[in-house]
């Protein structure tokens, strides 16, 4: 079955400190991965995104995801963060057959002090 | 650039009364999912729809329904409602004719069962 593990469940930072947050899946198969960013009070927004080709995978706002296939990894990283980073991270996968559904991880909850 | 609209945005019912959430995808879009987060928990897939039809299911509960209509917009259709249903429900479009399978979340719709 199709899972998806993110590491750590609050990550607290200072501003401009590095930021990489765990993300491994769980899938018999070909995925696309993705990673959404929930500020406060709103909606899921997509960070960036991997479906194939070059590995490393540049979103918004500075951030970046590596997909790692031997070790079924897609962590999240970004130089350094800002105050206005403080949000929910959610890393999600969805296979390329079998359906339409995505599955989301446990999310991680980032909060950078300024 | 036209974004995916739920309404309402915010419903307060009572137990056992029913509710009705309405999702508007992008333009275009074929594809609509269904996602419920309840407080502090991540997205949990409950239904999918693609050119009208049910594409998928997740841990949809009997008592709620969905459907496509033409337009693409989609409904979940929510009935005996229980305290537990009390979550964030988002909606999320996407395009077969594009590569890969985005989603594009919409604002969500926060609904509060007393």
């Known amino acids: 079955a199709q899972s998806v593990s993110q590491h750590n469940h609050h990550v607290i930072l200072s501003e401009a400190a590095s930021l990489e947050l765990g993300c491994n899946y769980s899938?018999?198969?070909?995925?696309?991965l993705f990673w959404y960013v929930q500020y406060p009070g709103q909606h899921l927004q997509l960070l960036l995104k991997y479906f194939s080709g070059d590995p490393l995978v540049k979103g918004i706002k500075g951030f970046e995801a590596e997909f790692i296939k031997s070790k079924f990894s897609f962590n999240l990283r970004k130089p350094s963060v800002q105050w206005s980073d403080t949000a929910e991270y959610f890393c999600a996968v969805k296979g390329v057959t079998g359906g339409f559904k995505t599955i989301f991880g446990a999310g991680t909850r980032l909060f950078v002090k300024a | 650039a036209a974004g995916v609209i739920q309404s309402p945005r915010h419903l307060i019912k009572e137990k056992r009364e029913t509710a009705t959430l309405k999702c508007y995808p992008i333009?275009?879009?074929?594809?609509v999912y269904w996602y419920q987060q309840g407080p502090g928990q991540d997205p949990q897939f409950l239904i999918s729809?693609?050119?009208?039809?049910?594409?998928d299911k997740g841990s949809i509960p009997d008592r709620f329904s969905a459907q496509q209509f033409s337009d693409y917009h989609s409904e979940l259709n929510m009935s005996s409602l229980e305290l537990g249903d009390s979550a964030l429900y988002f909606c999320a479009s996407s395009s077969s004719a594009g590569v890969g399978d985005t989603q594009y979340f919409g604002p969500g719709t926060r609904l509060t069962v007393l």
């Open positions: 333009p275009r879009h074929d594809t």
């Open positions: 729809f693609y050119e009208k039809m049910q594409s």
């Open positions: 899938y018999g198969g070909t995925v696309n």
